[in-house]
C-alpha cells in the first residue's frame, strides 16, 4: 500500500516537473522588462497638473486599492532597504534568484519539524506578484507553481538587475488592508515620503511585509527582530515600540485628496470621463486603463493666490454671518478656465460644495444682457430717459418695492445711469417693453440653463429672481467681453473655440461701455469704489433676496473673474452689500492678472457712432451733464427730453400678466386716508442695498395726521417714512386727537438689520 502511495506521488511529481518544463519557453517568454513593469504601474491617485506641468491636486480615483506613486529606489530610506534585505533576504545581493542554502535549510528543518525562514527570495517573491500563476493559494503553491515560480525567478535575474528588482519589490508589495506599495504605506502610516523613515518605522514596514494584517502586538515582536538585526544587539531599543507601532497601525494620514483645486479637478475627471465613454462608444475601446496625471487650463500661481484671497476676505467679514465663496477665471479669447476656488475651505462647513457650479440667484447681474438687448431692438438707447420713481412691482412673492442708497429714487436717468448705477425700477421698465419671454431667451442664448419660462419668473426676472451658477454667469460676461460671441468654457487647452453670434455686437460694445463707465455708476456706488481700477475693465456687483448670495462679474481685455460670496446653507448675510461682499475679491484678482499686463478697452464695432448728448426735462433743465454717447446707427440723437404726462403713465400691460404700477396719485378727498401703499402690500427688501439704509414710504390725505406702527407713532404729516422691518405690521393714521382715521396691514419680507448695527 505504501509502494503505491509512493509510486503516485513520483508519478505526480514527474508530470509536474514536464509540465514545467514545457510552460518553460512560455515563462520566459511572459516575463516583463522593468520598463513594462514601471510604464504599467497605476497609481489610485491621479495627479492634476496646471498648464505648466505643476503639480495642482492629487485626487484619489480607484476606490479598490491605496496605491501610491511610483518610488525610484534612490528616493526609498536606506533604512527601509537595510531592513527589507535583513528580514526577508540576507543574501539578496550573492545569490541568482534562488537562495539554494536556504532552500537546503528549509528542506532540513520540514525533515525534521524545526522552524526555519522560508526559502522564498525577494526575487521569487516579485516573480509572484509579477504574475498571479505563481502566487500561493490557500494551502500554498503546488508543485508546479513552484517550479514555475523559479523559472521565472532566474528569467527575472537574468534579464533584470538587482536594484530593478528590489525597486520595483518595494512599490508592488502589499503592506496592510488596502495599502499597497511603499509610497501608500508611508504616507499612511506614518504621513512622510519613504525617503524620510527611520530605522524604527523602517522596522515596521519590514515586519508587515511577512504578516500584512498582523495584530500591533505581533507587528511590534517583528519590528524589534529587525531593529536587532540593523543594530549591535546591545544598542538595540524596542522600548516604546509597541505603543509607537500601535499608533501607526491605526493612523490614515494619506489623505483622500490634497491641493490648491480639489473642485476642479473632480469636474475635470468627470468631464474627461464622458469624454472617453462617448469615444469608447464609438470606437468600441474597450480599454480599462486609466491616465493618472492629467493636464489642465489653470495656471498654479493664479489658482493659489485665489485661494488665499478668497480665504483672507471671508475671515475679514468675520461676524456678518458669511462663511462661503467661490472663484472662477476664465481667458476671453480660448475660454480656457485659469483658476477655480470652490470653496473657502476649512472656513466652511460645506466644503464638499462646489459654489462655481451651485445654482444662485444672480440678483442685478442679469441687468447688462437686458439693457443689450433693448438697445440692440431699438427699444432704447443709452441716453433714453427711464423713470426711476416709486413702483409697486407684482410679483409671485408679493409686491416687491424697490429702493435706493440715497433712500429716494433718482426721478428721470439715463439708461446709461440706470444699468451703471444697478437701480431697479428702471431694469423693471425696460423688461416691460422688452417683455420677460424674448429676455428668457436672450439668457438662455448667452449659455444660462435657466429651468422655468420667462413667463414663470415674470418681470422679476429683471431682478435676477432666475438661478444660475457662477461658471455659467462668468462665461455669460465672457460673451459680452468677446463682441456678443458665445462659446462655451474649456477645461483643456483650446486654440479653436467654437464661437456662435448670441448678442447684437453693438449693443454688447454699448453694455460694455456702460459698464467701464465709472461715471455711471457714481450716483450707487461713487466714483472711488472698489471697482475702479487702474487699467480698463468693465463689472457688474449683484445681491440676491434676503442677502444670501452677493456677486462681482466682470472682465478686462483678456480675462473674465466672477465671484460669490455667501452661505452654502443659503442663510442671508449681515450688512454685506455690493461692494464689501464679492467685489474686494474680484479687484484682487484684476489687480493680480494685470500687475504688467496692459487692459485697454475695445475698438467701436461697425455700426455704431458717437453723438454729443444734451438730457433735459420737461422745462428744459438738464437731467444729467451733456456729454458723448454711443449710439446704433440709426437711433442716434442730440437732444433727450420727456413731458410731465409721459411720467405718469403706469405703464400696465393688458391680459392679466405682471405688471409695473406707479404709487397711487389720487384726487384729494374730504376724508383722510392711507394713500400708498395699499392694503396687503408685500414688501421685499432690497438685496443690493444695507437693510439700514432703505426706507419705506408712506403717503396719505388729509391735514394733521400722524402716522402709527403697530401701536406706535413714528411720523407726523402727509408723508412719512419708515425703516422697514422684516415681519407683519399694521399701520394706522390717526388725527390730533388720537382717532384711528384709516389702517392698513403690510408685510415685509427679506433680512432685517442686525440688531447693534444702524
Known amino acids: 500500500m505504501h509502494g503505491a502511495s509512493g509510486s503516485a506521488s513520483k508519478h505526480a511529481l514527474a508530470a509536474g516537473i514536464a509540465l514545467a518544463l514545457s510552460l518553460l519557453g512560455v515563462a520566459a517568454h511572459a516575463v516583463p522588462t522593468y520598463d513594462e513593469v514601471k510604464a504599467a504601474h497605476r497609481p489610485s491617485d491621479t495627479l492634476i497638473l496646471d498648464r505648466s506641468g505643476e503639480v495642482l491636486q492629487r485626487l484619489r480615483t480607484d476606490s479598490t486599492v491605496r496605491r501610491g506613486q511610483w518610488v525610484a529606489l534612490p528616493d526609498i530610506s536606506p533604512a527601509l532597504r537595510t531592513a527589507l534585505v535583513l528580514s526577508e533576504d540576507k543574501r539578496f545581493y550573492e545569490h541568482s534568484g534562488v537562495d539554494w542554502r536556504a532552500v537546503s535549510s528549509a528542506a532540513w528543518g520540514n525533515l525534521w519539524n524545526t522552524k526555519t525562514r522560508g526559502a522564498s527570495t525577494l526575487s521569487m517573491q516579485l516573480a509572484g506578484l509579477l504574475d498571479e500563476d505563481w502566487r500561493a493559494g490557500a494551502g500554498g503553491r503546488s508543485i508546479t507553481q513552484k517550479i514555475g515560480q523559479t523559472v521565472s525567478t532566474q528569467m527575472l535575474e537574468a534579464r533584470w538587475r538587482k536594484d530593478q528588482i528590489l525597486e520595483a519589490y518595494l512599490n508592488l508589495v502589499p503592506f496592510r488592508g488596502e495599502v499597497v506599495g511603499i509610497d501608500a504605506l508611508s504616507r499612511t502610516l506614518f504621513g512622510k515620503a519613504a525617503h524620510g523613515l527611520d530605522e524604527h518605522e523602517a522596522a515596521i514596514a519590514a515586519a508587515l511585509v511577512r504578516a500584512p494584517n498582523a495584530k500591533a502586538a505581533q507587528v511590534t515582536q517583528r519590528a524589534c527582530g529587525v531593529l536587532k538585526t540593523m543594530q549591535a544587539p546591545a544598542k538595540t531599543d524596542c522600548e516604546g515600540l509597541d505603543l509607537f507601532a500601535s499608533a501607526a497601525l491605526q493612523r490614515r ?8 483645486a480639489p473642485h476642479f479637478s473632480r469636474r475635470l475627471l468627470s468631464v474627461q470621463t464622458e469624454s472617453v465613454e462617448a469615444r469608447r462608444s464609438k470606437q468600441a475601446d474597450t480599454s480599462t486603463r486609466s491616465v493618472r496625471t492629467v493636464a489642465s487650463t489653470l495656471h498654479a500661481p493664479l489658482q493659489r493666490f485665489a485661494v488665499q484671497t478668497l480665504r483672507q476676505h471671508l475671515r475679514e467679514l468675520h461676524g456678518r454671518h458669511v462663511e462661503d465663496g467661490a472663484i472662477v477665471v476664465l481667458d476671453n479669447a480660448s475660454g480656457e478656465v485659469l483658476a477655480w476656488v470652490g470653496s473657502s475651505g476649512e472656513l466652511s ?6 459654489g462655481v457650479l451651485a445654482l444662485r440667484q444672480p440678483g442685478s447681474t442679469l441687468k447688462p444682457f437686458l439693457y443689450a438687448q433693448a438697445i440692440a431692438e431699438r427699444r432704447i438707447t443709452a441716453a433714453s430717459l427711464l423713470d426711476d420713481s416709486s413702483a409697486h412691482i407684482n410679483t409671485a412673492g408679493g409686491l416687491y418695492i424697490p429702493q435706493n442708497y440715497d433712500r429716494q429714487f433718482k426721478g428721470l436717468v439715463s439708461s ?5 448705477a444697478s437701480l431697479n425700477v428702471p431694469a423693471v421698465r425696460t423688461l416691460v417693453m422688452v417683455s420677460p419671454d424674448a429676455f428668457h431667451k436672450q439668457l438662455r442664448a448667452v449659455g444660462l440653463p435657466l429651468r422655468e419660462t420667462g413667463d414663470y419668473y415674470g418681470y422679476s426676472l429683471a431682478l435676477g429672481s432666475s438661478e444660475v451658477s457662477l461658471l455659467s454667469l462668468a462665461n455669460a460676461y465672457r460673451t459680452l467681453a468677446n463682441g456678443g460671441r458665445y462659446s462655451a468654457p474649456s477645461f483643456t487647452r483650446n486654440t479653436k473655440p467654437a464661437f456662435t453670434p448670441a448678442i447684437d455686437a453693438r449693443a454688447s460694445f454699448i453694455a460694455t461701455d456702460i459698464l467701464a463707465d465709472p461715471l455711471a455708476r457714481a450716483r450707487t456706488f461713487g466714483t472711488d469704489s472698489i471697482l475702479a481700477t487702474r487699467f480698463w475693465t468693465a463689472v457688474k456687483t449683484g445681491t440676491s433676496k434676503d442677502m444670501r448670495d452677493n456677486w462681482a462679474i466682470g472682465y478686462s481685455q ?37 500687475k504688467t499686463e496692459p487692459s485697454r478697452a475695445p475698438a467701436p464695432p461697425a455700426g455704431v457712432v458717437q453723438k454729443q448728448v444734451r438730457l433735459a426735462d420737461a422745462g428744459g433743465k438738464p437731467i444729467e451733464a451733456a456729454r458723448s454717447e454711443w449710439f446704433i446707427r440709426g437711433t442716434e440723437q442730440t437732444l433727450f427730453a420727456i413731458d410731465s404726462g409721459a411720467i405718469s403713465a403706469d405703464g400696465e400691460r393688458a391680459g392679466g400678466q405682471k405688471r409695473l404700477k406707479d404709487s397711487a396719485r389720487g384726487s384729494e378727498s374730504a376724508a383722510a386716508r392711507i394713500t400708498a401703499p395699499t392694503n396687503g402690500t408685500i414688501v421685499a427688501l432690497d438685496p443690493d442695498i444695507p437693510p439700514n439704509r432703505q426706507r419705506l414710504n408712506f403717503a396719505a390725505e388729509g391735514r394733521q395726521l400722524r402716522w402709527r406702527m403697530d401701536g406706535k407713532e413714528f411720523a407726523r404729516g402727509a408723508q412719512a417714512q419708515w425703516l422697514p422691518w422684516p415681519g407683519r405690521h399694521t399701520v394706522q393714521l390717526v388725527s390730533e386727537r ?4 384709516d389702517e392698513i396691514r403690510i408685510e415685509v419680507r427679506g433680512a432685517g438689520v442686525k440688531a447693534g448695527r444702524s
Open 416 to 420: 446709461r445711469t440706470a444699468l451703471g
Open 349 to 354: 462647513d460645506a466644503a464638499e460644495v462646489d
Open 253 to 260: 494620514a494619506f489623505d483622500a485628496t490634497e491641493g490648491v
Open 558 to 594: 483678456r480675462y473674465t473673474v466672477g465671484v460669490w460670496v455667501g452661505n452654502a446653507s443659503g442663510a442671508p448675510m449681515w450688512d454685506v452689500s455690493g461692494t464689501s461682499g464679492a467685489a474686494p475679491v474680484w479687484a484682487a484678482l484684476m489687480n493680480y492678472l494685470h
Open 738 to 741: 388720537g382717532e384711528v382715521l
